[in-house]
């Protein structure tokens, strides 16, 4: 009686010690699930809110002036926009290119490995790379029929002189020439790896 006892105590027992580490790794899986959800979700958010920021002020200021009026606005604003919304959601917030306008918005060793990702794989969905110190959520930017008058063909969708305007403002343009849908560069968000959510 005493031995039968202590058997199923025995096997009680191994179930147990069995069974946690499983469950550890299975609840190591869900962190590593749940923070990558938590910083594709955050990165959505932050496209969407920057995206609305940036159309919107660029919109008026082209309604009130046309393109050389709105281009000499994301001229000026388009960097302290992102800017600030980089602090209120403490991050790093940037639009990169392949072919850019601005020379500060020039794609890194890694934002090169990205964007040729999404060229060979026409795929659009947001990604994740992750490095020492850093998550970096990317996302495409496709070019909408708004944005040929700056970034389409020149004597055609931009005209001459709003052309001639640009290239003063930015002699080393290289974003023109571009079609309605095509890959135009990529969101490019960082967070601090340290900053995990502790919720
Ligand atoms: C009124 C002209 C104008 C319109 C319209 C416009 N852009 Fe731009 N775009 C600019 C200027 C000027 C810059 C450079 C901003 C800077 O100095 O950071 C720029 C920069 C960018 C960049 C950053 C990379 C780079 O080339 O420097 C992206 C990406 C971009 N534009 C995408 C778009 C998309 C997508 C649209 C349409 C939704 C659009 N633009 C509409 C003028 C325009």
């Known amino acids: 009686m005493m031995n039968k006892k202590l058997m199923i105590l025995v096997f009680a027992l191994a179930a147990i010690s069995c069974q946690d580490p499983k469950n550890n790794q299975q609840n190591n899986r869900d962190t590593v699930n749940i923070n990558e959800q938590y910083y594709i979700e955050t990165g959505d958010k932050i496209v969407a809110e920057s995206f ?10 082209m309604k009130a002036g046309g393109v050389k009026n709105a281009a000499g606005f994301c001229h000026i604003e388009a960097q302290p926009l992102t800017d600030s919304l980089s602090n209120h959601f403490n991050t790093e917030i940037h639009r990169v290119a392949l072919k850019y306008r601005n020379p500060n918005n020039a794609l890194n060793r890694m934002d090169k490995v990205v964007f040729e990702d999404y060229l060979s794989t026409k795929q659009l969905q947001p990604q994740l790379e992750t490095s020492q110190d850093k998550i970096t959520y990317y996302k495409p930017i496709l070019l909408a029929k708004p944005c040929l008058k700056c970034h389409g063909a020149i004597g055609e969708d931009i005209s001459e002189e709003d052309y001639a305007y640009l290239t ?3 002699p080393d343009d290289r974003a023109v020439g571009f079609k309605e849908g095509d890959l135009r560069g990529l969101w490019r968000i960082s967070f601090n790896a340290n900053s995990t959510r502790t919720e």
């Open 168 to 170: 003063e403002l930015y």
């Open 52 to 61: 609305k920021s940036l159309s919107s002020n660029l919109m008026s200021a």
